[in-house]
């Protein structure tokens, strides 16, 4: 059903010349298996611009195994750079009441966030969190909002993260020895660095000890925040932007 679908929809725009991108796939598992296979196979990738899949299960470290195995499966039907979208990305928090207890709110922007991060770094073309309304499914909710309309701060974080990369490009992971960085890509533009250090747990106790400085430090949802007494960096959301001259972190990269 869903091949002969697309077809048709691929020749109506072409006949009509509609000039939009035609996405395809919106597969719902995050690495590609037989279903995808015989989409190929018969001939999805020769009708679309872009293909889609959504990453619930997986969390932010998987994320670039995830694209690899896309792009495997890609370039195994010849089409190695068609654009990768990823169309849904969550983090539920329990349905019930009108807003998440913080720390609720906290895992869910912590999860969703950073994997816009891992996909930027790993070049995906789109990224959509799921989902900005207040959004009962069962017995959990995906919302960004609460239920009087006001923002969470899964939706803080994920509009700083926005700001935060922006026209920024990856080009590398920080030098980072301490075993509770589960993630460090880094992003530049001009003379310019941004690490994005993670991880993975809020903890308002957390610290890295790394030899940066004369660099800005920004929580999750982008408010400034200071080293500590004794020279080291604070992480208490799970994750922290560091950003200044390329010169700052020379030799970590």
């Excluded at 296979?37 to 997986?58: K, P, T």
């Excluded at 789109?126 to 919302?143: E, K, S, T």
Aim: hydrophobic residues 45%; proline residues 7%.
């Amino acid at each position: 059903q869903l091949l002969p679908m697309v077809k048709a929809i691929a020749y109506s725009f072409q006949q009509a010349d509609i000039r939009v991108p035609l996405v395809g796939g919106v597969f719902g598992q995050p690495l590609p298996h037989r279903f995808e296979r015989e989409c190929a196979r018969n001939g999805l990738l020769d009708q679309v611009s872009a293909v889609s899949f959504h990453v619930y299960r997986h969390g932010p470290p998987e994320i670039p195994h995830c694209v690899a195995a896309y792009r495997q499966w890609l370039a195994a039907f010849g089409k190695p750079s068609m654009p990768l979208w990823i169309t849904e990305s969550g983090k539920s928090w329990p349905a019930g009441t009108g807003r998440p207890r913080r720390e609720q709110d906290m895992t869910s922007a912590l999860s969703i966030t950073m994997k816009a991060v891992e996909a930027r770094a790993c070049g995906i073309a789109r990224y959509f969190a799921f989902v900005y309304p207040f959004y009962v499914q069962g017995a959990v909710n995906f919302g960004m909002m609460g239920q009087e309309h006001t923002p969470l701060r899964i939706m803080a974080a994920y509009v700083n993260c926005v700001a935060e990369l922006s026209g920024w490009s990856y080009v590398g992971n920080l030098k980072i020895t301490d075993h509770a960085v589960l993630l460090a890509p880094v992003f530049a533009r001009g003379d310019q660095l941004t690490a994005v250090v993670y991880t993975g747990k809020a903890n308002s106790d957390a610290a890295l000890t790394v030899a940066i400085h004369g660099i800005s430090i920004r929580g999750i949802d982008g408010r400034m925040l200071r080293r500590n007494a004794n020279g080291s960096i604070p992480i208490p959301d799970g994750m922290v932007y560091l950003r200044g001259p390329a010169s700052a972190f020379a030799g970590k990269v």
